[in-house]
């Protein structure tokens, strides 16, 4: 297994040009079996969470290739089957359902269940499938879902913690192919689902309300081939954007979307962050020390909980004390306990993270426990004094394109053991 050795105290100096984004990509890339005729998908990060798709892909039949970040698709013939030792690595790998039942009529999947940033239920895509028409059940942790006919309905897909991102993916895609129209309330707005409404309106679904609350789309008979180019990675470009607040650094992102980090900025710029566009990109400075900021994180465009824990990282070595709570997913803050092993000031109280600033933090031994808490000590550790070893790098490589040599070609001393 690798890990990534990262000594503090450099301050991070130049630019950086942001991936596509992996949660626009898998949605995306499910969505081609929608058709048998040829797709291309441009600007694909190459991560592990892509390969693993492009290996569902082709394990249910569909000709891949990926080369240079372009990805072209044909799925000739689906199964309905998805295997389950590609599914349980991946828990994104739910959203070829509403793909599989659109195409198939039927659809067998593992249930994903849990994972380190807590319970994952899936019983909204369900509701929304049933409401079209796909009954499902479960049977020794796979759960079948069969519909004679996907017929449009109006579907309410909120849950306790709001919308969900991939629930609204699979009902919107499933509802492509459906008869009549479907309207769903209370969407995700995402950025992310956005792309994918995009993708399958070039694939020709007629699609209306995509990024709002409220969807229409309007079944059609046929989907086609489609070229699409992917969003870049809003996510990638703030953790980007923390590692030049934690160094002091001055930091210009290049290949991004502003308005899909409004609120990122916004909290950032709170803090005394000095953010401005330049011609090329956005350019991060730390002028002066930065101030402690509450947030909450909500559905978009509410502050994202995929940022939460590099923030966590940030307010441990920023002045004043910070409270961070979490509303997505109440269970995400595995990383605290690491941050404090490095010398944070942390506690929870219920799903609210009290962060009190410290002047540093100290390198140490830490163990990643899931993608973004992996990010969040890789950014402490550029910060701390001497040496941060983050094991079990293989969660970052899931999300970030090459993490080490970009960080590395800012200044950062990182280096990959493997
Ligand atoms: N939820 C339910 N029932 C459902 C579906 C979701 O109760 O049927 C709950 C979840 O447990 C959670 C909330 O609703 O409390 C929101 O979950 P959502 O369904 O929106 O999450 P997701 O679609 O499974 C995507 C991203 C996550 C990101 C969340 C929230 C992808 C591949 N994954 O997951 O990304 O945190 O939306 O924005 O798009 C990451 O990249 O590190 C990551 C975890």
Same mark, same amino acid.
């Given at each position: 297994? =690798? ?115 807590? =319970? ?51 009902? #919107? ?67 980007? #954007? ?64 995929? #940022? ?41 109280? +219920? ?5 009190? +600033? ?8 830490? #163990?990643?426990? =899931? ?27 899931? +999300? ?10 800012? +200044? ?7």
């Amino acid at each position: 297994m =690798d890990k990534l050795i990262v000594k503090g105290g450099v301050r991070l100096k130049g630019r950086v040009n942001i991936s596509g984004s992996k949660n626009s990509a898998l949605p995306i890339l499910a969505a081609t079996l929608l058709t048998p005729e040829t797709c291309v998908i441009r600007n694909v990060p190459d991560l592990s969470d892509i390969r693993f798709m492009l290996e569902i892909l082709s394990r249910l039949g569909a000709k891949v290739t990926f080369e240079d970040g372009v990805v072209t698709t044909r799925a000739e013939k689906v199964d309905s089957e998805t295997p389950y030792d590609l599914v349980r690595k991946m828990r994104a790998s739910i959203c070829v359902l509403g793909p599989i039942i659109a195409r198939c009529g039927r659809a067998k999947i593992s249930e994903p269940g849990g994972c380190v940033i807590g =319970d994952r239920p899936i019983d909204i895509h369900l509701k929304g499938l049933a409401a079209l028409g796909a009954e499902s059940r479960m049977e020794g942790g796979d759960v079948y879902v069969t519909s004679k006919e996907l017929v449009g309905k109006e579907i309410f897909l909120g849950g306790k913690f709001g919308s969900t991102v991939l629930g609204t993916d699979n009902v #919107m895609m499933a509802a492509t192919r459906a008869r009549g129209l479907t309207i769903i309330e209370s969407a995700a707005c995402e950025p992310e689902v956005r792309d994918l409404a995009e993708f399958l309106r070039k694939m020709g679904a007629k699609i209306v309300g995509q990024g709002t609350r409220r969807m229409e789309i309007e079944g059609v008979d046929h989907l086609h081939g489609a070229e699409h180019s992917i969003i870049p990675d809003r996510i990638e470009a703030g953790t980007f #954007m923390v590692g030049a607040l934690i160094t002091q650094g001055d930091v210009v992102l290049t290949g991004i979307e502003p308005e899909h980090l409004v609120n990122l900025i916004d909290r950032l710029k709170s803090c005394g962050a000095h953010i401005n566009p330049e011609a090329s990109g956005l350019r991060i400075t730390t002028p002066h020390e930065l101030s402690s900021v509450d947030f909450v994180t909500e559905t978009y465009p509410g502050f994202p909980t995929d #940022m939460q824990a590099q923030m966590c990282a940030l307010m441990s070595v920023t002045p004043g004390i910070s409270a961070i709570t979490e509303k997505i997913f109440p269970h995400r803050f595995m990383h605290l306990s690491e941050l404090r092993r490095m010398g944070a000031s942390v506690e929870l109280e +219920g799903a609210t993270a009290i962060i009190h +600033g410290v002047e540093h933090l100290s390198g140490a031994p830490v #163990m990643a426990s =899931d993608l973004r808490a992996s990010a969040a000590l890789v950014l402490a550790g550029l910060v701390a004094q001497g040496t941060t070893e983050v094991n079990r790098v293989y969660h970052i490589d899931r +999300g970030y394109e090459h993490i080490d040599q970009k960080l590395s070609a800012l +200044g950062a001393q990182i280096e990959r053991i493997r």
